[in-house]
């Protein structure tokens, strides 16, 4: 079987589009435009170059951007005093604040001073809890993405054997809850998993977010399975860096029946619900109907 390869790239512009449709019409009808703050602490050049990447794309939607750019010695108490300032701002409905913080800031203690309503990125305790048990969360943007493209080309999931493998509190965990969420067999396996290669051949839809470079080989996949590959490592071959996922892709798209390369998989997909979540956010906090295909 040659995989399909599912395009993210393309997919996330479809979801910007729904979006700004959205946007336009909440400010047309309602007289509404959906606000997300970004708040960067420090100067790490890969995090200035997302919240960037971010800003662009709210303006694009047709949303309002609002980026705090503070430095890297911002003491706690000033942090939480932005974030409490931008929690009780009601042209606020989303807050993000980059990760990682500089060492001297707690990020548990950062992020659960956000008002869960608010927590575009899920990360919230409150959040987590209630993604846990089924209840209406905002939800992390990299595991919706995925849901996203897997009920795109499955319709419903119900019934289905699917293996994440990784256990990180922003993919594996909540990306595991949400296939729960939609009826599948969930298997959460990890670096000390028995048999991984067994584990995976069961698997009808595989989610691979380890952050190993082309761990799982083609011949761990099951004929016709759907892989999802959150991996972006950076590695050197043949004297040039090159991205590669945490899936080898070559031999898996021989065996998948669906597959997301790297990049232009999942990648594209996580800005695109970080907006899809701020539109979420937004409607809920002025008690209109949620965005349809964009929530989980
Ligand atoms: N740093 C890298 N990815 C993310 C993300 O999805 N959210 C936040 N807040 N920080 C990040």
Same mark, same amino acid.
């Given at each position: 079987?040659?995989?399909?390869?599912?395009?993210?790239?393309?997919?996330?512009?479809?979801?910007?589009?729904?979006?700004?449709?959205?946007?336009?019409?909440?400010?047309?009808?309602?007289?509404?435009?959906?606000?997300?703050?970004?708040?960067?602490?420090?100067?790490?050049?890969?995090?200035?170059?997302?919240?960037?990447?971010?800003?662009?794309?709210?303006?694009?939607?047709?949303?309002?951007?609002?980026?705090?750019?503070?430095?890297?010695?911002?003491?706690?108490?000033?942090?939480?005093?932005?974030?409490?300032?931008?929690?009780?701002?009601?042209?606020?409905?989303?807050?993000?604040?980059?990760?990682?913080?500089?060492?001297?800031?707690?990020?548990?203690?950062?992020?659960? =001073? /956000?008002? &869960?309503?608010?927590?575009?990125? +899920?990360?919230?305790?409150?959040?987590?809890? %209630?993604?846990? $048990?089924?209840?209406?969360?905002?939800?992390?943007?990299?595991?919706?993405?995925?849901?996203?493209?897997?009920?795109?080309?499955?319709?419903?999931?119900?019934?289905?054997?699917?293996?994440?493998?990784?256990?990180?509190?922003?993919?594996?965990?909540?990306?595991?809850?949400?296939?729960?969420?939609?009826?599948?067999?969930?298997?959460?396996?990890?670096?000390?998993?028995?048999?991984?290669?067994?584990?995976?051949?069961?698997?009808?839809?595989?989610?691979?977010?380890?952050?190993?470079?082309?761990?799982?080989?083609?011949?761990?996949?099951?004929?016709?399975?759907?892989?999802?590959?959150?991996?972006?490592?950076?590695?050197?071959?043949?004297?040039?860096?090159?991205?590669?996922?945490?899936?080898?892709?070559?031999?898996?798209?021989?065996?998948?029946? =669906? /597959?997301? &390369?790297?990049?232009?998989?999942? +990648?594209?997909?996580?800005?695109?619900?970080? %907006?899809?979540? $701020?539109?979420?956010?937004?409607?809920?906090?002025?008690?209109?109907?949620?965005?349809?295909?964009?929530?989980?």
């Amino acid at each position: 079987m040659v995989a399909q390869v599912i395009d993210g790239k393309a997919f996330a512009a479809k979801v910007r589009a729904q979006v700004a449709d959205k946007v336009a019409k909440l400010k047309e009808e309602h007289g509404i435009t959906p606000g997300l703050a970004v708040v960067l602490v420090g100067e790490d050049p890969a995090s200035q170059v997302y919240v960037r990447s971010k800003g662009k794309q709210t303006v694009e939607v047709g949303m309002n951007s609002y980026e705090h750019k503070l430095d890297a010695e911002t003491s706690e108490q000033d942090l939480l005093a932005l974030i409490d300032k931008l929690n009780n701002d009601p042209a606020v409905h989303g807050i993000l604040v980059q990760l990682p913080l500089p060492k001297h800031l707690n990020e548990d203690l950062v992020i659960n =001073a /956000i008002n &869960p309503a608010k927590d575009v990125d +899920g990360f919230h305790i409150s959040n987590v809890g %209630l993604l846990a $048990t089924g209840q209406k969360a905002m939800v992390p943007c990299t595991p919706l993405g995925c849901l996203m493209m897997l009920r795109d080309q499955h319709g419903s999931l119900s019934g289905m054997d699917a293996v994440v493998i990784g256990r990180s509190n922003i993919v594996g965990k909540p990306m595991a809850q949400l296939l729960l969420g939609d009826s599948c067999t969930v298997t959460i396996a990890h670096s000390r998993t028995r048999n991984l290669p067994d584990v995976v051949r069961r698997a009808d839809i595989v989610v691979a977010a380890v952050g190993r470079p082309e761990m799982v080989p083609g011949d761990w996949i099951k004929e016709g399975a759907t892989v999802i590959d959150v991996g972006i490592n950076r590695i050197e071959r043949d004297g040039k860096t090159r991205l590669v996922g945490d899936v080898d892709y070559a031999s898996a798209a021989e065996r998948a029946g =669906a /597959i997301t &390369p790297v990049p232009g998989g999942v +990648g594209p997909m996580t800005i695109a619900c970080l %907006l899809a979540n $701020t539109l979420t956010a937004c409607c809920r906090a002025n008690g209109l109907p949620e965005p349809e295909g964009l929530t989980a």
